[in-house]
């Protein structure tokens, strides 16, 4: 455990500093930021997801169905009650929330998964397991999902926008005679209040009918597979599931721009840390609960009532696995457009700190729990 903490956690608090700094002493201007967010969201993590998914195998899927269904109807549940509670008890939008639970309801298994469980349960099958399918669930599923709510979320403050703007051009009754406003700028508003991403505008009007409501969430899902952080995973699941494997030899293509992902992101969230003012208020501590107690404790629950707390090492596994740090690909997004920026980073700071101890408070208690039940 103690090489755990200082060979895979301390390197994240020293980058995140080293990110926080740079951002204090203007190292990086706001078009630098934003580019490096781009080069992690556009190239880099797209094909760190595929790598980390195409290395898998059907077999490896459908070998353990508790274990895949689990982690599936867990992690995507999880997800959700992430993005309810953002919504109904903290008040925030649709794409707030998205992203909330993008970092709060998803562990950074690409990241710390094999750093993480080789350590304490040593490079086993199963270990592989359950990584291999965690990562396909939080990274084919999760940001896929995310991106489509926070289309969804920015399609219907569009239809409000546009709807408001007619209720008020209606009851001034008078003509509009000015040179009418470039598309562009307009756009551009739309993007500041909301923190547009790259939502069509042309197809919301605003007219609050079941068919519009139900037009623009397709058309979110739509524009959200479009981004190469979305179909890259869903492709590399495709290879998998019909059982095209990937030649190994063309590993290295995608591995070198993929190692860029991790470093930058931590980075990038050091420096999104450094624009915005620190807090550790109720919602931070809510999220860093969420994503370190409640989550595995919820994995634990059920694994027993699936009766998997008999083969209490791969029960085990997936509970760590589950029980990391905030993924940085939800970070990434929050810094990239400028949605839940103060809360996620607030959160991956402090949950990635508090996992030193929550890390040794699983490890120690498992063991106990798979004896009782086992």
Not at 91 to 116: D, W
Not at 126 to 144: F, G, Q, R
Not at 230 to 254: K, Q, T
Not at 314 to 331: E, N, Q, Y
Request: hydrophobic content about 55%; charged content about 15%; aromatic content about 8%.
């Amino acid at each position: 455990m103690e090489h755990i903490l200082i060979a895979d956690i301390l390197p994240i608090l020293v980058i995140m500093i080293l990110g926080y700094i740079c951002g204090k002493r203007n190292y990086f201007d706001n078009d630098q930021m934003q580019g490096l967010n781009k080069v992690v969201l556009s190239i880099a993590l797209p094909a760190a997801l595929f790598v980390s998914i195409v290395k898998a195998s059907r077999e490896m899927l459908f070998s353990d169905l508790t274990l895949t269904i689990l982690s599936v109807v867990g992690v995507v549940g999880m997800f959700l009650l992430s993005f309810i509670i953002c919504r109904k008890f903290f008040h925030h939008s649709i794409q707030e929330a998205a992203v909330c639970a993008l970092i709060a309801g998803s562990p950074t298994i690409g990241f710390l998964g094999f750093a993480v469980l080789d350590p304490i349960y040593g490079n086993t099958v199963d270990t592989n397991l359950v990584i291999a399918i965690v990562s396909i669930v939080v990274n084919a599923i999760t940001i896929p999902l995310g991106f489509s709510l926070i289309n969804w979320g920015q399609s219907k403050d569009k239809a409000k926008l546009a709807a408001s703007d007619t209720s008020k051009a209606s009851a001034s009754g008078a003509a509009v005679s000015a040179v009418p406003e470039p598309a562009d700028a307009k756009k551009d508003k739309v993007i500041a209040s909301t923190g547009e991403v790259d939502v069509a505008a042309a197809s919301d009007k605003g007219h609050g009918s079941a068919s519009s409501s139900s037009s623009s969430a397709l058309h979110a899902v739509v524009n959200a597979l479009k981004k190469p952080v979305c179909w890259s995973p869903l492709l590399a699941v495709a290879l998998v599931i019909i059982g095209v494997r990937f030649p190994s030899e063309l590993d290295p293509c995608f591995d070198l721009i993929a190692k860029a992902n991790s470093g930058v992101a931590v980075l990038a969230a050091g420096l999104a840390l450094s624009t915005v003012k620190f807090s550790i208020g109720k919602e931070t501590l809510w999220n860093t609960f969420f994503r370190l107690i409640l989550t595995p404790a919820v994995f634990i629950g059920a694994g027993i009532l699936l009766g998997m707390a008999g083969d209490g090492d791969k029960l085990s596994m997936l509970v760590m696995a589950v029980a990391l740090p905030p993924a940085f690909s939800g970070i990434i997004i929050s810094s990239r457009y400028n949605i839940y920026v103060r809360e996620g980073a607030s959160t991956v700071a402090v949950s990635t700190v508090g996992f030193a101890a929550t890390a040794i408070l699983w490890v120690w208690l498992m063991p106990i729990i798979t004896h009782i039940f086992g």
